[in-house]
């Protein structure tokens, strides 16, 4: 089986090619991973043979040379970040949108061009984004798609268009809702979410974090582990369970900052905790009033898939899998 | 003011611009309305001056030029229609998700190019395509888009199109999604819909109908005079009411088939309703099956749009509108 990860020099698209490389993706005897971004993504040693592939996904030539590739399973991580497509209008669409649709289509031309034979596997990485208040208590798995960001309707239409090319039987493709990942390994970035990594991460390491909202906000998690472990059980499960609903909301954990913080506390101690300086950031605040607090993931659920339980949890998995490296 | 309707020469176009030339359309002083359709749309006099304008939307050249029109109030009601969009993959795409794109784009560009004053109304015909089963009893506001053709998909991605670029202020618009249109006028096509005017229009004017699907089967309908009602109503209201969410269920009348016949035997009689001949199609009653049924349109009707209250009010409509050309 050969596979394929596009933004797999991401940090999610490592901890999934990790996965993969040892031995634990369930996935029957991956040849070669194919590792696609913009940037060289690091190679793992492993199971399979990796190769390094570079280019833009905007570019539809590029587009058609991955799909000739004709990757048994597809994950497809690469996106214009939320940020970015807020400010960049037209590169949002051009690349979230319109430079996935001319993979989709060349994909559909190689399943035409092989007499239907050729069906890849598509896991797509949509978002949380695709929702937008006002909210219930918890989103369920019927609630509608009202993105308020471009990217959130972006990923919204991906949805789209991937469930009609699987329900016409030219790929078989699923879409996977990540929670907002935490705790990311790595340097605080300027999205707007970072913090909710970086007031566990820097005082775990040492160093102060400010902490820009006020401690009860509420939000929703899960660690890097079960993000690649979303995508890889995704990838070896029968896609027809899913019916013509091929977008799923996966589970994680609801909890407020000062949940988090409780749980930092109970894992690192007082001192560890007293770094985390609250410094309400108005703008901050605003943007993360419109996301996203608990779900209710009952198809995802029943359908297999499986998050931390608690916020410790998932403070113990940065711990085990990236603070060594730290 | 100056109006574009896109798909002018349709029945709802014509619906459309008969309302807006007879003075009924509540909007201002129009002074100029462009009727473009890929065949040349039958003019209507009355309060302005009206131009043909041919050509095909899946064409980006005249999209842009379409778009140099800079019309005030914006009509898009044109799209390969369902059944074709589900037979001919690409030509559905194209035309109703990229053509459209294309001139949502370039009339970003004059919004841009005029410093941001140009900003067009744009109403765009969406359809109860968007929903797929299973659904609760009554399709409420907050239901998800789980549409089950290429058409409901396209309809579904434009939704999110014109919402992201009316949040952006690139224009205003709102998606309207319109019931089953009955009584249409006219002669029977292929639609598989066919048959929930063709059993009330064929017998009325003294010819047998083939009623394909069990008496029991439910639909949700509005007559022609509300779909150019609600789109002229869309035209002149208010669209920052709708806050994020610009894509709303119109209202309209959930019966029975049977509901349907007695109502025409109320207003018609014995002899007339003796024309309806029972003949099941299983293919018919198979795509009917996946159709709504029902919904709690609250959002609509709290923002003025209405629609008839009883089939037969539905029936009387086309009694009054078009039986007498027939």
């Known amino acids: 089986m050969r596979v394929l990860i596009m933004g797999a020099a991401g940090m999610v698209g490592q901890k999934l090619l990790n996965r993969i490389q040892t031995g634990q993706s369930g996935l029957d005897a991956v040849s070669k991973i194919y590792l696609h971004d913009m940037v060289p993504a690091n190679q793992i040693a492993g199971v399979a043979e990796s190769e390094v592939l570079v280019g833009n996904i905007a570019d539809s030539q590029e587009m058609q040379k991955l799909a000739d590739l004709k990757a048994d399973v597809i994950f497809h991580l690469a996106s214009v970040v939320s940020g970015e497509a807020e400010t960049n209008f037209e590169k949002g669409w051009q690349v979230n949108m319109a430079g996935t649709w001319a993979f989709l289509e060349a994909l559909r031309g190689h399943h035409e061009a092989s007499q239907q034979s050729y069906r890849p596997k598509v896991i797509f990485t949509s978002s949380i984004a695709v929702f937008g ?187 085990d899998d990236d603070l060594p490296k730290a």
């Open 133 to 319: 208040a006002p909210f219930p208590d918890k989103i369920y798995d019927e609630f509608l798609n009202a993105p308020q960001t471009s990217y959130g309707a972006q990923k919204a239409v991906l949805e789209l268009l991937i469930s009609d090319y699987s329900r016409k039987g030219f790929m078989d493709g699923i879409s996977i809702r990540l929670p907002t990942i935490c705790v990311r390994p790595g340097k605080p970035n300027l999205a707007a979410s970072s913090f909710f990594s970086g007031i566990i991460r820097e005082p775990l390491n040492g160093v102060e974090a400010i902490l820009p909202v006020s401690d009860d906000v509420r939000h929703w998690h899960a660690s890097p582990r079960s993000a690649a472990r979303f995508l890889t059980h995704a990838a070896q499960m029968d896609l027809s369970q899913l019916g013509s609903r091929r977008a799923l909301s996966m589970p994680g954990v609801s909890c407020t900052v000062a949940e988090q913080i409780e749980a930092l506390r109970k894992i690192a101690g007082n001192d560890v905790v007293r770094l985390i300086k609250p410094q309400l950031d108005d703008h901050i605040v605003s943007i993360v009033a419109g996301w996203p607090r608990n779900f209710d993931t009952e198809r995802a659920l029943s359908l297999g898939f499986e998050s931390e339980k608690s916020f410790e949890e998932i403070i113990q998995i940065y711990l």
